[in-house]
């Protein structure tokens, strides 16, 4: 079965430093990965996804994410963290073809600090 | 446009009291998801319809829960009677299709049972 792991609960950066969450998924194929994040009180917002190609991809809001398959890992990117960032962001994954279920991590939620 | 909509936002009801909470998708989109989020549990998909039609229910986690999709443009989900375990945010999303794991999440409903 598939599974995703965010081996990070909370993280704590500074406004205008970098930013990496990692996500690592389990499954034998090609994943489609995706990126979500939730604003406290909000529901999940689609922030980037990887279905083929270009194992890097771009998303809204300045993040980028890359695949690696060799190291089974989607982590997600932003070179400077603005303090409206501070959200908690999930990692899924959902095998190709007719299977529906998108399979979330746990989450890492993500403190900015001024 | 409008997103998902979901009501009520919030509800506070007392244990053995039916709850009743209601999405309304996004037009156009074929595929309808119900998840429920905890600390303990993360985001589990309760179920979900394609066209209307409930597909997968092996999420619901007892006879106690029941979801319905009279039209594409609405949706329930039924708790009866409910218990202080239910008590978590209640989420519907939609999608265009089902298997490309892009969803579109209403603000969800939080339910607290005493």
């Known amino acids: 079965a598939q599974s995703v792991t965010q081996p990070d609960i909370h993280i704590t950066v500074s406004e205008g430093a970098s930013l990496e969450l990692r996500c690592n998924y389990s499954?034998?194929?090609?994943?489609?990965l995706f990126w979500y994040v939730q604003s406290p009180g909000q529901g999940l917002q689609l922030l980037l996804k990887?279905?083929?190609?270009?194992?890097l991809v771009q998303g809204i809001k300045g993040f980028e994410a890359e695949f690696k398959r060799s190291q089974s890992s989607f982590n997600l990117r932003k070179p400077s963290v603005h303090w409206s960032d501070a959200a908690e962001y999930f990692c899924a994954v959902v095998s190709g073809g007719s299977n529906y279920k998108l399979t979330f991590g746990k989450g890492t939620l993500l403190t900015v600090n001024p | 446009d409008a997103g998902v909509i979901q009501s009520p936002r919030h509800e506070v009801t007392e244990m053995g009291q039916e709850v009743t909470l209601r999405c309304k998708p996004i037009s156009g989109h074929n595929s309808l998801f119900w998840y429920r989020q905890t600390m303990m549990r993360g985001l589990e998909l309760l179920i979900y319809f394609n066209n209307n039609v409930p597909i997968d229910d092996s999420g619901m986690p007892e006879d106690r829960f029941s979801a319905k999709m009279p039209n594409a443009s609405f949706s329930t989900l039924k708790i009866q009677p409910s218990e202080p375990r239910d008590s978590a945010v209640y989420f519907c999303?939609?999608?265009?299709?089902?298997?490309?794991?892009?969803?579109?999440f209403g603000e969800g409903s939080r339910l607290t049972v005493l």
């Open positions: 990887y279905f083929s190609g270009d194992t």
């Open positions: 499954y034998g194929a090609t994943p489609y």
């Open positions: 999303a939609s999608s265009l299709t089902a298997n490309t794991g892009e969803l579109f």
